[in-house]
Nanobody, 124 residues
């Protein structure tokens, strides 16, 4: 199985927006929950958002709720993260991943097929 390929990161001023994309064409994500995580320097990988296969259910970390929106296009094997009202605390490498079968948690260990990530830097 292949890895995810994240893109769309960059440098943005506080208050700005970015849209991250995850190309999951390298693997089968049918019926799988997809998630976004992030890792800031010196910190662990933390959950940001997840979305079910149908897209009918989404979950967010409290720190991003109301600012970030996760979505997916199953026909294109793509997952997106729209990030608005960015602040310097959102600076991190962002990763998308696929939740393991039979897993129900939101820990990094519940997900696999990690990509290389995309850097998001928010300046104050």
């Amino acid at each position: 199985q292949g890895q995810m390929v994240e893109s769309g990161g960059g440098l943005v001023q506080a208050g700005g927006s970015l849209r991250l994309s995850c190309d999951a064409s390298g693997r089968t994500i049918t019926s799988r929950v997809m998630g976004w995580f992030r890792q800031a320097p010196g910190k662990g990988r933390e959950f940001v958002a997840s979305i079910t296969w149908s897209g009918s259910s989404t979950y967010y970390a409290e720190s991003v709720k109301g600012r970030f929106t996760i979505s997916r296009d199953n026909a294109r094997n793509m997952v997106y993260l729209q990030m608005n009202s960015l602040n310097p605390e959102d600076t991190a490498v962002y990763y998308c991943a696929c939740r393991r079968p039979f897993s129900t948690g939101a820990r990094a260990s519940d997900f696999d097929s990690w990509g290389q990530g995309t850097q998001v830097t928010v300046s104050s």
